[in-house]
């Protein structure tokens, strides 16, 4: 008999328990509205070509990888609230979706999964500096790498240009005819 009685009283602490927990994380969220900010960049082992709009990512991506190549091919820019999910296009058919989970202080925290088509390629929660950069590299080859960069800054240290939620194209994506895979 005291096993029934307990679990009803089990249940109810659960449920205060997660009520406090929900607002906790929603007060977590010190910045109302954040940045994120994606660039996919194609690195190649053939050919000298720099993409002078990635300016001085040039150097960080020389220090980081050894291809001699590099051109940018999608720049997308969201603004969303702390909670809400946003997604982007990536080349060969890959989508990024990304929520800001919690914010304190100059770090974010992000969920973020990557999809192949209806496939979860990754999921994973992280943590991020404001301003901050987190790349991935999808590599077809020895001599040939797409890398997606991602940043996320508050609203505030943005310009506003475009409405909650909205990815907008900065750079020119490539002509569906180009075949970014394929060599110069």
Known sequence: MSRLSSIPFLLCALSLFSSAMQSRAEAQCDAPVLSIHVDTIIARET?????????PETGRLRALFDYTSYRLIRTEEADTQCGQEVKFFLPIGR?????????????VALDLALFAGAHAMMRQQLKLLRGGLLLFVVSQNPQLAFITSLSVDTS??????????APTNVATPLPPATNPISPR
């Open 47 to 55: 050919g000298t070509e720099i993409d002078q709009r990635l300016g």
């Open 95 to 107: 989508v990024l979706h990304l929520r800001p989970l919690a914010t304190h202080g100059n770090l």
């Open 156 to 165: 505030a240290n943005l310009p506003a240009t475009r409405p909650l939620g």
